[in-house]
């Protein structure tokens, strides 16, 4: 492995390490010396990627972001724009279900803990949550273009309020860690979207 491998390497180990860290821990309450502790990483090495706290910090989001994103476009399936939703309502459900609800959702929890703190921060969660709800409205719109949904409700504004039900949801099951909280969310979603005719699958 050459230098330029093994530093990036060495970069990527101390992200993907350090993000459930972060998200069970909080940022404020998580120290570099956790970061040490939880990455292997010498002190030096870690200095050398990240100056500082919040640079660490803010390209953490971008990793998970990156990561998230990419998780639910690959899990889209489904002949129809409201078979597509549904798909991705059930792979967000499936990723924090998989980790048993510990930690929530990284962006919300950030949202919640350094929106009045950061304006970096800040800045990063809210594009986020653009890019989710345009992610979301996209299927909207479709849908509706093609009578498959009756809504009258501008797509932009039904998808944040789908965004707005999961990131609850998210946060009543990691208080739960029952994912029957988030499931009944979701339902009233579907119900809400007029999907029905299935029940979701746990692996």
């Not at 390497?9 to 570099?32: D, H, Q, W």
């Not at 010396?33 to 971008?62: P, R, W």
Request: glycine share 8%; with cysteine.
């Amino acid at each position: 492995m050459n230098t330029k491998n093994k530093g990036a390497y060495t970069r990527e180990k101390i992200l993907s390490k350090a993000i459930p860290v972060i998200n069970e821990k909080g940022f404020c309450n998580t120290s570099m010396n956790d970061i040490i502790l939880s990455t292997g990483v010498k002190k030096g090495n870690l200095y050398f990627h990240f100056s500082s706290k919040e640079e660490l910090g803010l390209a953490l989001i971008q990793e998970a972001k990156q990561e998230y994103f990419w998780y639910i476009n690959n899990m889209i399936r489904g002949e129809t724009p409201l078979q597509q939703l549904d798909s991705i309502l059930e792979a967000i459900v499936a990723f924090h279900s998989k980790k048993g609800f510990i930690g929530g959702c990284i962006f919300g929890n950030t949202a919640l803990e350094m929106g009045d703190r950061n304006e970096k921060f800040t800045g990063m969660i809210q594009e986020i949550f653009r890019e989710w709800i345009s992610l979301m409205s996209g299927y909207i719109a479709k849908a509706k273009q093609c009578g498959e949904l009756k809504s009258q409700s501008d797509p932009e504004q039904i998808a944040r309020h789908i965004v707005a039900v999961l990131e609850g949801g998210v946060m009543m099951a990691r208080l739960s860690k029952d994912e029957n909280e988030m499931l009944e969310c979701v339902k009233v979603l579907r119900s809400f979207l007029g999907i029905s005719g299935r029940e979701y699958c746990q692996e």
